[in-house]
């Protein structure tokens, strides 16, 4: 592709050079440049790609992508100067690519719980329902039944657009995409054209990047104000900020709601660990999934599927027969009676969710342990949030590691420790070693009694140091299990 096609539509100040070279494809890492690549220079926290151009050129970059030329220009090579290369970027890789975000329906869940759950639930929906899609999200990326491995909640965008591509080409008409704040900060999701675009809720989270709820505030509403008014834009009303994601946006606008009015209303019947009966627009139907906060997830997938032009019926149809989405609320009973749960709640709202759905679940006769902990360098903040919580809402909570990175796991749990109430002191006790710990809550468990351990779910792997060591609750949950029953 030449270069005055790659620009088509982006703001462009100056450009240097031959405007018909002929690029062979997009480098924002100079140290993967290759013969006849075009290089984006961006400005990055830890690093300005701008001083790294001459290294660029040297392994055989034919077009530079800049804010700022360089002093020396070589006439081997195109400079195309722009105001910010962080957007362009998003641009670039979908003119590169063919846009593909037009070719297909690209749906993105935003918020602070749910996006993975309802992003792979759709892809589910709509497997159901008879087509194949493209998921991005957090635990895999997949077209149809090819599976990718993740990486990024939301991938760089010149990978987002490649995927995009590989589904258009293999007949997928709709992408479900998992658009994380870290991905709308940071310019992944330029160039991109949604056809839906759904928000879950916003609670205490990333504050460790965002600095202050405000900032992450107005980044999640960034993803609404760029809409298109072709878009349709779907949030949840009962969270105070789902209104506020509506207030600029040029998409026609839907709400989604348990407790107040809304264009899409849901109602729980009946519950327990098997599943819910629901009602949504007057329609009863039943699901295995269970807990109110998947009320709220299956609510929005049915929200964003009538949008999308299908049925009701079918829809809830192909709800019915969804399947638990790996590491959210997992549960499975060992053969001596004890009720385990795996979920990945690792944020204040996220545990209160999980601890409250298996409270109004459970019959008060059986004990509630929980097994969590909080990941290192990320928020403080939430630290002692999450152990008044857990000791408040358990018979017994047992602090642990979850993936410590590099702070020490004592200084972690003693942030925590700090938010539990004196009336609380004696429901809880701290094992910073998490096998150690799970262990420890088989021990205390009879039969009938519930076991949860929160924080990592899907995840197989404990980061200590800044090195991966395979760990699976469900795993570990098993094998000491079997061990400890003999």
Known sequence: MIVTELVNRI???????????????????????????????????????HSFIASAIEKGAVAIVCEELPETLTEKVTYVQVKDSSKALGHLASNYYGNPSQKLKLIGVTGTNGKTSVSTLLFDVFKNLGYDSALLSTVEIRIGEEVIPATHTTPDVITINKILADAVEKGCEFAFMEVSSHGIAQNRIEGLHFKVAGFTNLTHDHLDYHKTFEEYLKTKKRF??????????ITNVDDKNGNVMLQNTKAKKKSYALKTMADYHGRL?????????????GKEFW?????????????????IATELGFEQDEILQAISKLKRVSGRFETFKSDGGIFFIVDYAHTPDALENILDSINDIRTKNERLITVFGCGGDRDHSKRPEMGNIATKKSTLAIITSDNPRTEDPAQIIKEIEAGVEPQNFSKYTSIPDRKEAIKMAIKFAEPKDIVLVAGKGHETYQEINGVKHHFDDKEVINELWKLMSK
Do not use: Q
């Open 11 to 49: 703001p462009v100040i100056k450009i240097h050079g031959d405007n018909t070279r002929e690029v062979s494809e997009l480098v924002i890492d100079s140290r993967k440049v290759t013969e006849g690549a075009l290089y984006i220079a961006i400005r990055g926290t830890a690093a300005d790609g």
């Open 224 to 233: 609404f104000d760029g809409l298109e008014d072709t878009a349709v834009a």
């Open 269 to 281: 019947l009946e519950v327990d660990f098997n599943g819910m009966l629901l009602n949504f627009n």
């Open 287 to 303: 699901t295995t999934l269970t807990g109110k906060f998947n009320v709220y997830n299956l609510l929005l997938v049915f929200g």
